[in-house]
């Protein structure tokens, strides 16, 4: 069995997920899901309405984490600079000195991503992709670890911007919260009657942990048959007539890592398709583009690839 709150786990990540669940209500597979992220070495893409605790789940993973942290409120005013940073002329020195933005951080929070206009939401695409930002023609490394969990509301609300495709195959994962069951519920309501938990969380892990166990992740195997497997689920989602946009190589490689996390919060050394089956939604999902007439019958990309899944043949141990 895997990890749940107030149970035990074989994995060494299991302190980390308990110490989010002290926050996080009745949302175990998502607390999962933004770990597996992180362990991963990519970027979290929460989105839902406002209110069910997107920015909650972020700020308590941040707090579980020692090191540096940052929030950037994403607005439509909002510049590239103030994310990036700038060069600013010294008068002592007649030199320009780089004054480093928010994003050099550990974790970044960018609560509201699609409320800021593209051009400012592209200033994290060299930033996610490369670990780096370039401003004036220089480049600058960004801290190590280095994880962006975003947060968004959908685009039909008003005052929001889509993602551009290229920005959203930057995230591993996206994931949706949704609202809580009604003892769920009740439970936040007691919870925070004399105070919100997040106000007294303290880390479960240092930067050193993190590190460690992102290279405990790496030496899980993953079989040839399960690599075939994910390329069959990625080949599949191109090759049907009603996605416009199938999953890239990028998404192949984002769930072939995603496997080795979530096998090793299972507490084993090897990933099965078992693992990319309960995935593949979260991975491939956001990376695809849906044809006019699939919108039209109010289909979503994630019951697309919850059929690809069911019809790709699963390889046999």
Aim: aromatic residues 6%.
């Amino acid at each position: 069995m895997g990890w749940a709150p107030g149970e035990p786990s074989k994995s060494p990540a299991a302190p980390l997920l308990a110490n989010i669940a002290k926050v996080i209500v009745g949302k175990e597979r998502e607390i999962k899901l933004a770990v597996t992220c992180l362990m991963s070495g990519g970027h979290v893409l929460l989105e839902d309405v406002p209110g069910v605790g997107k920015t909650m789940l972020a700020r308590a993973l941040a707090a579980s984490i020692g090191g540096t942290t940052r929030r950037i409120q994403f607005t439509p005013d909002l510049l590239p600079s103030d994310i990036t940073g700038l060069s600013v002329f010294n008068q002592k020195t007649g030199e320009f000195d780089f004054k480093q933005g928010p994003i050099f951080a550990n974790v970044v929070l960018a609560d509201e991503i699609n409320r800021a206009n593209p051009r400012t939401q592209s200033a994290l695409l060299e930033a996610m992709g490369e670990q780096q930002v370039t401003v004036d023609g220089i480049g600058h490394r960004l801290q190590d670890p280095f994880f962006v969990i975003a947060t968004q509301n959908p685009v039909e609300l008003q005052g929001t911007y889509p993602l551009p495709e290229a920005q959203l195959d930057r995230f591993l994962m996206k994931i949706s919260l949704g609202y809580p069951s009604l003892a769920e519920e009740s439970d936040i309501i007691q919870r925070q009657a004399a105070g919100h938990p997040i106000d007294t969380l303290k880390s479960a892990i240092d930067l050193a942990g993190v590190t460690a166990l992102k290279e405990a992740v790496r030496k899980i195997t993953v079989k040839p048959a399960l690599t075939r497997y994910i390329s069959s689920l990625a080949a599949a989602t191109r090759n049907h007539a009603d996605l416009i946009l199938g999953a890239s190589p990028r998404a192949s490689l984002a769930l072939t890592r995603c496997v080795q996390a979530w096998a090793f919060l299972e507490g084993r050394n090897y990933a099965t398709p078992d693992d990319a089956k309960a995935l593949a939604g979260a991975v491939m999902s956001h990376r695809l583009m849906l044809s006019h007439q699939a919108r039209f019958s109010n289909k979503t990309a994630e019951q697309f690839v919850k059929e690809i899944v069911g019809q790709v043949p699963t390889p046999q141990p």
